[in-house]
């Protein structure tokens, strides 16, 4: 099995990258807001939370041993 050693403040910005993309998801399910609020944050989070994740991902599988 392959481990990949990960410093606290790397795990935070995983579980923020996954945390919007969840809101961003959310958000475009929901139907709490209007549609053209709902529909630009929700696009927006979902977004950033992808692009975030390529660099990150590079980082861990970077440092697989």
């Known amino acids: 099995m392959k ?3 990960l410093t606290l403040p790397e795990i935070g910005v995983i579980a923020g990258t996954r945390a919007m993309l969840g809101a961003g998801a959310g958000l475009l399910l929901a139907d709490r807001l209007n549609d053209g609020q709902r529909k630009k944050i929700g696009w927006t989070l979902l977004i950033i939370g992808a692009v975030s994740t390529i660099p990150l991902m590079i980082d861990v ?4 041993k």
């Open 3 to 5: 481990k990949s050693e």
């Open 61 to 64: 599988l970077g440092k697989r």
